[in-house]
Structures are given as structure tokens and as C-alpha cells.
């Protein structure tokens, strides 16, 4: 609740110093504030952060990235709006350029660098093109089991849980797995983004998977974002009954695979294994012995590429 009113607040914030510009103060966006962002962009921050970095370990291709990534926000909009306002009751000419310029930067810098930051990292060889992460919401002790298989399949898995337990027996068993709430911000910063290719949304709360999905499918794309099915409990006799009032990625398994199910399954003894497929051992040859068995998960080797396909059986 604290982080949601926090963007409030900002977003706030942001309308309120916005509201006090004029159009006479629109005018003053000519060629030379023109060429002061450009400078801003061009000039002072490739010199900074290369004046910064000097005895650091970052390459050269990393600096150069860090010399184009400097997007404005709310800081400098409010910074620029006190120090106009003291300026003028002091008599200092020029103030009132202060705030307009300073939201002509603002507005300058999120356009470059959110439409050139992309295809730069992508020139200098920082991002990945084919990410084989899977992050996993939820680290109970089936799931680690089936989060196994997957690693040992060539997947980077990390999991996320908000039980402290369940987190030390994830470590213990050598997974990379965070304490918090997926959807927290703090979490979000911490986690390296570009190398997760799928969020797996696997805990026992409906709600809280259609809200990891909501959030991470305009990162991953919702073609990547997985949850289980959803549940709704109608009575003693009738339960774990399909809902898709919950459903805002993309379907994990099948309807009837919902979180009750698969826990029951693992306790009864249930295994995930891994068989490779050929083209001497297909999938239906594989089918003909195992007819009892459900197809979790299609893994497709590509060099370096790891590619999962969920919704499959």
C-alpha cells in the first residue's frame, strides 16, 4: 500500500508543478533549449560518467550505455521549481526560463532514451536476445521439485516467495530465490529483468498470480506470462472447480492443473521427469508407454536458447 501511494503522491506531484506552466512559458522551447538538452544528452553525461567510472570495472561498452541512460523525473521538476521561486524574490533575471527549460529536459530525455536505450544495448552486445530465465512466484516444496527439472534443462530459474521457510529450503537446495512480494518495487529493482524470458505465477493464491501477471506481462509480454489455473471454492462437495475470473496471463498446464491438484499429486508420490525426444523417440512413441502421464513442459535446445512451452497438453 505504501509503494501505491507513493506513485500517487508523485504522479501528483508531477500535475500539480505541470499545471503552473503557461503558454507564454511554452514559448520559450526554442532552438536553444533545443540544443541544451542535446548538450545534457550528448556532452555532460558521457563526460560524467566517464569522469565516474574511471578506475571501476565496467567495460567500455557498459560506460557508453550508462552515458545514454539518464531520464529527468519529479527530482528535477521540483528541485527546479523551489530554486525559480527563490531565484525571483531575490531579483535574479531569468527565472522564470527555469521551470519551463527544466520540463522541456524532462520531456527531452524520457523520449531519447526510452526509444534509443533498447536498440543501443542491444548494438553493444548488453542484452540478451533469446533469455532462458524463468522466474517462479512461489517456492513450496512441490514446486521445487518441478523448478529442478527445469534447471537441470538448461533453464536459469529464480523463485520469489513471501514464506520465510519456504525461501531457506529453496537456498539450501541451491536456488537463487528472493524474500518479498513479487509484486513489491524493491524486489522489482533487484531482479536482473533481461534475463527472464517467463514468470511462472504458481502459489496457492489466486489473486496474488493474477496480479504477478498483471504486472510482469508489459516486461515479459503476456505470451510469456504463465499462472495456474484458477479456483473457486462452491461448497464441501465441489472444489477446486476452473475460474477464469482470475485468469490474466496465460493458462500454465490445463484448466483441471490448479494448485490443490498438483499438491495432492506430489504428496501421493508424483515425480516431474525429463525425457529427450528425437527423431527415433518422438513424443508419441514416448506416449505409447506412458499413457498415465501429463506433458508439463517442451524444452527446445538451440544452442544457448531455452525455449518453454506450457500450455501444451
Not at 533549449?33 to 556532452?43: P, T
Not at 504477478?212 to 471454492?233: D, F, I
Not at 462437495?237 to 490443490?260: I, Q
Not at 508424483?270 to 523417440?281: C, D, G, M, P, S
Request: glycine share 6%; with cysteine; net charge neutral.
Amino acid at each position: 500500500f505504501k509503494e501505491d501511494l507513493q506513485v500517487l503522491l508523485l504522479s501528483l506531484v508531477f500535475i500539480t508543478l505541470a499545471a503552473r506552466l503557461t503558454m507564454d512559458d511554452l514559448l520559450l522551447f526554442d532552438t536553444s533549449a533545443l540544443l541544451f538538452v542535446l548538450a545534457l544528452i550528448f556532452v555532460v553525461r558521457p563526460i560524467t560518467v566517464f569522469l565516474c567510472t574511471l578506475r571501476s570495472s565496467l567495460s567500455v561498452q557498459e560506460k557508453i550505455f550508462l552515458s545514454f541512460l539518464a531520464p529527468r523525473g519529479i527530482v528535477a521538476a521540483a528541485i527546479a521549481s523551489i530554486f525559480a521561486e527563490q531565484l525571483s524574490r531575490i531579483g535574479m533575471p531569468g527565472t522564470e526560463a527555469v521551470v519551463p527549460i527544466t520540463f522541456f529536459v524532462i520531456i527531452g530525455t524520457v523520449l531519447f532514451y526510452s526509444v534509443f536505450s533498447p536498440p543501443l544495448a542491444s548494438f553493444l552486445g548488453l542484452s540478451k536476445k533469446d533469455p532462458n530465465g524463468i522466474l517462479i512466484v512461489g517456492a513450496q516444496s512441490w514446486i521445487l521439485e518441478i523448478a529442478d527439472v527445469l534447471k537441470a534443462n538448461g533453464g536459469d530459474v529464480v523463485l520469489v516467495d513471501t514464506n520465510w521457510s519456504h525461501v531457506t529450503r529453496a537456498r539450501q537446495r541451491g536456488f537463487v530465490c528472493h524474500y518479498g512480494s513479487i509484486l513489491s518495487d524493491e524486489l522489482h529493482e533487484s531482479l536482473e529483468m533481461t534475463q527472464f524470458g517467463s514468470l511462472l505465477a504458481m502459489t496457492q493464491n489466486d489473486e496474488a498470480n493474477s496480479l504477478a501477471a498483471e504486472s510482469y506481462k508489459h516486461l515479459l509480454g503476456r505470451a510469456n506470462v504463465y499462472q495456474l489455473s484458477p479456483t473457486v471454492n462452491r461448497g464441501p462437495a465441489v472444489k477446486d472447480t476452473p475460474s477464469k475470473e482470475h485468469l490474466k496471463g496465460r493458462l500454465l498446464f490445463t484448466e483441471d492443473v490448479t494448485y490443490e491438484r498438483l499438491q495432492r499429486l506430489f504428496r501421493a508420490g508424483y515425480e516431474v521427469r525429463a525425457t529427450k525426444l528425437t527423431k527415433e523417440f518422438s513424443l508419441a512413441d514416448f506416449k505409447k508407454g506412458h499413457e498415465a502421464t501429463s506433458l508439463l513442459f517442451v524444452v527446445r535446445a538451440d544452442g544457448n536458447r531455452f525455449c518453454q512451452g506450457m500450455n501444451v497438453q
